[in-house]
Each structure stands twice: as C-alpha cells, then as structure tokens.
C-alpha cells in the first residue's frame, strides 16, 4: 500500500506521481513493449472484448476486487485506458484508476459522513490524488483493526468488539471500566446494552479507564474520570460507570484512542494527533494539569504530516505518518532506556522521526509501544525492536538495552504482519497465522507454559518461540492484544480469522472471559472464550 516498499519487497511506483502523466515513469523500452500488446484493447481474437467500450464493467470489477493503490498505480502506467479521463460522475476528469479509488473510499465509514468539501480537503492533506487516500485509509485500517472485531487485554479488564460493533467486556470493575452501571466484577463476556445503536470500530484500556470509539467519529469514556492519571494515583476520585461522550472531542472525528501512562491521545480521521494531561513541564509540546480535559493538538512535525496510527506506552508515544514519500515513525516523551529510537536515552519535547529505519531500509507498516520497549513491522516482513530489553523482551537473545531499532534475525524467516507489545513481553504473528512470543514469563502471558523448577513464575524467553499451543488450535491467529501495565499481572488474547477467540495468563479477577479452577489466579494455555467476534 506504500509509496515505496522496504528490503526484499517488490517495487512499487511513487503513487503521488501517478495523477496526471503515469507512463512518463515507465523507461522507453517498457512504454514500446506495453503499446505493442492487444489485449488492453481486445483485437481479432475470439472471446476478446475492447475495454473502452466497457468502462462500467471495468470499474465494477476494480472496485469489486478491492485493489490496493500501488496495483491502481501500475495500471496508470501500463495502459493509457485506466488513466485517461473515464467520463463517469462525480468528476468526469477522474481517470479510471483514481474513480475506483474514490469509490473504495466511499465504501469506509470514516469517509462517508465527509462533505465534499472536507474531501477535497482531505485529498490534498494526503497528496493530492484518490489513490494516496486510498492507502491512507487502508494503512490506518491495517494496523488498528478498524471497522473488524478486536480484543483488548487491559489492565485487569477486558474489552471484546464484534464486526457489527457491539462490545462485551469482562474482568476488574473498581472503578466502573466494564461500562456496566455498577462496580461487580464479570468473569463472562457482557455486552454493554447502553450503547445499542452505536456501532463501536475501535477501542482502548487503560488502569480502570476505558475508551470507545464510533463510527461516526465520536469517543466513549468510562471508568475513572481522568485523562492523565497514574495507576493508583489520586487524581480521578470520581468514577462513571457507563459509556459517557467525550464532550470535548465532538467537533473532532476521531478514530483512534490511545490510552498510556500519564496521558491519553486521540488520532483524527485526517491524520492530527491530540492528547490529554501530559502534565506541566510540557512533556509534549504543551503545558497541562495532570485532570486536564481538553484535547492539545501535538506540536511539532506532525502538525503537517498525517498519521494512521498512534501507540501509547509509559510516558511516551509512537506515530506511525503516511505521506506521499513512504510510511515512517517518530516518538515523543520520555526516553528511558533508549525507547524512542534515537540512540541516546534523552527526553523529546516534540515528535521527532526516527531515522534508523530509513538506515536498515524498512517500510513500518505497524507500530507497538510496550512499556519500556518497542516495536514496529516492516512492509517485507520483518520486525525491529528497540527499548529496554529485561527478560529478553527485544528478542536478541539477551536482555541488552537498544536504543535504535535493530532487526529481530531469529524472525528473518518469518514474514510477519502483525506485533503486540507489553510490560516486557512481545508477541509476533506470521502472514500464516502462527504466533511467536518472547520476554517475561510471568502470568504464563507467553503461552509456552514453562514452570521454572522450585517456583511458580514462568522463565524468561530472550528469542522468539513458537506458541505452540496456539497452533495445535488449528486456527489463523489475526490479532494478539496483551496487557500493557506495570502494575498489573499479563493476560494475553489471540483472536481468529474466523472471529474465534482465545485466552492465557493472568485471570483473577475474571478478564479471561471465564471461571478458573479452585485456588489458580492464571492460565498456562489457551482456551477458547464463549463469544462469537465475527
């Protein structure tokens, strides 16, 4: 979906050059080769048919194959037909290629509700053509589930989130989190009937705080009243108990919310980061009170760069931007332990880019914040980690510090498409479905189920290891969430293709979705939770 693709990966041509002109990038012998072939066009063939006199059934059948932009891209540049003006309102000069872009995109719920002025807009923010929103869309779709069932692993709760929208949670309750009306505990899967008619795309857990988020762009917060609260601090006495709009965020569309420790930020539908309550020595660009309200927009670089994707670890943030040029990252906040990425253990005030990845020719498609470590998914597959590495959670075979991204080699063969991180635990899952774990043992949050002899804790693993237990499930695992907390015992959930999903690690106060025996507080393996995600 990128402008350009990482080490290992195909080549894929500049999207944001392709709007007026595309065959002027291709080299002259290709451009002789292309208009010597007929089949564009159709010829004397039998069975052949000419593509200009059936531009309706070819844009139904671009848009129906769901195309990623490049593949739009690289028709342009191969066929005058697709990047001539197709004649078909809305615009008449929109070529094929770029009206089947656009007809994706009405297909998100994000962009529906857009006036045809905010599109406009819109398309010039992410460079001026169709296609380039098309992959912003589907960039942010990719690596935060939006619009597709999610499970989160919160901090002693958790939260489950049908395809249709609907939400369930289950687990801790002190502080009304579960969105229920009440401070009980539930050790079953309850769906939150206060929100019938809101369809939910994507949502966030925090140390007694939820957040949800609609699609129509509005946020819900439940659980203790407070933006910017320590686990077990004092601020955010005050606790709701059902899912109360976010008055402050109503006039933004928000699709994305992240919730760390000592803040919470928002992603809007065209790319601007906001948070809430860094605190007042203007951690982030700005100053604010620690129950601070009101939404800052993040200073700095990316008030003019959009972003897809935000994750919030231990008192710092990871934005993944998309531009024209490619995809990148870049942190802001505290830089213990070399979290940030730029080789040193220094603060930042402000969103700075991380330029190793540009070094070690990645394209980041995913980005996770654990606690005191990080992670992010190239394009072709590959996984770098950096941050603190105790208990082995950077998968180097050590438990070293890294204070840039270095690629995970004992994952060299592995072509991965997703990652989840934690408080010191790191989770990968293959193009195949299957799940690679390393870090912290404890709370059995690994899935390996390996007792270290004369305790009850769980050893360390410093590479990555197949979670054989969730293989022998004989399902493609699509998504791991796992409890990013240092105050709380890990829980761990694998979620399905088939929308199936699966519980391990720390359960005592009900957030693996079911009873466990007499005297266990965790879970060594997998087992199935009694809900139907699909």
């Known amino acids: 979906m990128d402008a350009t693709t990482s080490s290992g990966a195909s080549s894929s041509l500049p999207l944001h050059l392709i709007i007026d002109d595309a065959l002027a990038l291709v080299s002259p012998l290709q451009q002789s080769f292309q208009r010597s072939q007929r089949h564009c066009f159709g010829g004397s063939a039998p069975g052949e048919f000419p593509l200009a006199a059936n531009p309706s059934i070819v844009l139904h059948v671009l848009t129906s194959c769901n195309l990623e932009p490049d593949d739009l891209a690289h028709l342009e540049a191969t066929c005058s037909f697709f990047r001539k003006p197709a004649n078909f309102p809305p615009d008449f000069q929109l070529s094929m ?4 872009a656009l007809d994706m995109c009405q297909k998100r719920a994000i962009f529906k509700p857009m006036t045809q002025q905010e599109r406009e807009m819109f398309k010039q923010c992410c460079g001026g053509s169709w296609k380039l929103v098309l992959r912003f869309i589907m960039a942010g779709e990719a690596c935060c589930r939006r619009e597709k069932s999610q499970a989160i692993a919160g901090p002693g709760h958790s939260i489950a989130v049908t395809t249709s929208g609907a939400v369930y949670t289950f687990g801790s309750n002190s502080s009304g989190q579960l969105g229920h009306g009440s401070l009980e505990e539930e ?4 769906i939150i009937r206060s929100l019938q008619g809101i369809r939910i795309i994507q949502a966030a857990a925090g140390a007694g705080r939820t957040m949800l988020v609609s699609d129509a762009g509005r946020v819900y917060a439940f659980g ?14 005050r606790v709701v108990t059902t ?6 965020l109503k006039d933004i569309y928000i699709v994305q919310a992240a919730i760390g420790n000592f803040f919470t930020a928002v992603l809007s539908r065209e790319g601007h980061v906001y948070t809430f309550s860094w605190g007042n020595d ?4 700005h100053q604010t009170e620690p129950n601070d309200v009101q939404p800052h927009l993040l200073a700095g670089p990316l008030e003019n760069i959009p972003v897809v994707q935000i994750a919030a670890g231990y008192c710092y943030l990871l934005a993944l931007a998309c531009q024209p040029s490619g995809m990148s990252v870049y942190s802001v906040g505290c830089g213990l332990g070399g979290k940030l990425g730029h080789g040193s253990r220094t603060d930042e005030k402000y969103p700075r880019l991380i330029e190793q990845f540009q070094a070690l020719n990645i394209q980041p498609v995913v980005v996770a914040a654990g606690a005191w470590h990080a992670a992010v998914v190239g394009k072709d597959g590959r996984v770098c980690t950096w941050g603190w590495g105790r208990y082995g959670c950077l998968g180097h075979g050590n438990e070293e510090c890294e204070s840039v991204p270095k690629v995970v080699e004992s994952l060299v063969n592995v072509r991965a498409v997703h990652v989840a991180t934690g408080d010191y635990t790191t989770f990968v899952v293959s193009d195949k479905g299957d799940v690679y774990s390393f870090g912290c043992g404890e709370s059995s949050s690994l899935g390996h189920n390996t007792i270290t002899e004369g305790n009850n804790r769980h050893t360390n693993v410093l590479s990555p290891e197949l979670v054989t237990s969730l293989k022998r499930t004989n399902e493609r695992v699509a998504q791991i969430s796992l409890t990013n907390s240092i105050y709380w015992n890990a829980h761990t959930f694998a979620l399905t293709d088939s929308g199936k999903l699966y519980a391990f690690g720390a359960g005592d106060k009900g957030q693996l979705g079911t009873e466990l025996v007499a005297q266990q507080s965790e879970r060594g393996t997998p087992e199935r939770v009694e809900i139907d995600l699909s």
């Open 224 to 237: 203790k009243d407070s933006f910017g609260e320590v686990e077990y601090a004092a601020q955010g006495s």
């Open 282 to 285: 203007m951690k982030l660009g």
């Open 187 to 190: 050790w079953r899967p309850r």
């Open 97 to 100: 290629s770029e009206l089947a």
């Open 243 to 248: 899912p109360q709009l976010v008055e402050s």
